[in-house]
């Protein structure tokens, strides 16, 4: 699924990608499909094409990590490179590695939970930075809580 966003990343216009070949176990998944290796692979043609179909966001979501680091921090590099965005990853490990937070603005972390529920939870046990500070809290707020 491939589709432009408002609520993923707070205050940006994101093209959010869901990545498959997932490698977490999260009781009561929400995306079961996504463990397995489904649909067209992201090469850096594809994003383009994405871009081009997509105009005016201002972020770049990968809804999930696959399990291809390489390529998962070549595509953010050179999203980076070459269009005017942020990056942002939803991972549902509870940590990512340091090359990870260095390509890209936006990280969540943490498996889904349902008995905690999602980020938009305040009983959530997934977090959501920017350039490394835990910013979870403007969803809460976005809810009036
Ligand atoms: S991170 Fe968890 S909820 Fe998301 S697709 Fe993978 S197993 Fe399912």
């Given at each position: 699924m491939?589709?432009?966003v408002?609520?993923e ?7 959010a990608?869901?990545i498959s070949n ?30 081009a ?10 809804l ?6 390489d390529?998962?921090?070549?595509l953010?590099l050179?999203?980076?490179?070459k269009y005017?965005v ?14 990870l937070?260095?390509?890209f603005?936006y ?9 905690l529920?999602?980020?938009?939870s ?5 977090r959501?930075?920017?350039?490394g500070e ?12």
């Amino acid at each position: 699924m491939t589709a432009v966003v408002m609520e993923e990343i707070p205050s940006r216009v994101t093209l959010a990608v869901e990545i498959s070949n997932c490698r977490g176990n999260c009781e009561g998944c929400h995306s079961p499909w996504l463990k397995e290796d489904v649909g067209e692979e992201l090469t850096e043609e594809a994003v383009d094409r994405l871009f081009a179909a997509n105009y005016g966001v201002n972020c770049f979501l990968f809804l999930g990590e696959g399990r291809d680091a390489d390529a998962l921090v070549r595509l953010a590099l050179y999203i980076k490179a070459k269009y005017p965005v942020e990056t942002a990853l939803y991972s549902g490990r509870p940590e990512v590695e340091k090359r990870l937070w260095d390509v890209f603005d936006y990280v969540k972390t943490g498996p889904y939970v349902k008995a905690l529920g999602p980020l938009n939870s305040p009983t959530t046990n997934q977090r959501f930075y920017h350039h490394g500070e835990d910013i979870t809290a403007v969803f809460w707020r976005k809810k009036g809580k």
